[in-house]
Nanobody, 115 residues
Framework: VQLQASGGGLVQPGGSLRLSCKAS????????IGWFRQAPGKGREGVSC????????YYADSVKGRFTISRDNTKNTLYLQMNSLKLEDTAVYYC?????????WGQGTLVTVSS
């Protein structure tokens, strides 16, 4: 099982980014798969997950209405569209399977929100 995250970068407050996570060794609907993040000096927290069975999403309150999780089963890829980014969204973002207690982790991708 491998998870390869990409798409992080530097963005100004109010801007947008889209993270991608390419999965291999399994198909996306085998697990509830999602995104976690770890801000500097803080613990890792769940951001958003999507059910493997029916695709229903979960969002942390801090990102609800701003972030959208989706998956493309034909590409076996998970996405996180992040809009209206805030300074406090700065973190290393990880994709992982399975939510809420992941068995597998991808490497992180750094998102920096700064003016």
């Amino acid at each position: 099982v491998q998870l390869q995250a990409s798409g992080g970068g530097l963005v100004q407050p109010g801007g947008s980014l889209r993270l991608s996570c390419k999965a291999s060794g399994f198909t996306l609907d085998d697990y509830a798969i999602g995104w976690f993040r770890q801000a500097p000096g803080k613990g890792r927290e769940g951001v958003s997950c999507i059910s493997g069975s029916d695709g229903s999403p979960y969002y942390a309150d801090s990102v609800k209405g701003r972030f959208t999780i989706s998956r493309d089963n034909t590409k076996n890829t998970l996405y996180l569209q992040m809009n209206s980014l805030k300074l406090e969204d700065t973190a290393v973002y990880y994709c992982a399977a399975e939510c809420p207690s992941p068995l597998y982790w991808g490497q992180g991708t750094l998102v920096t929100v700064s003016s």
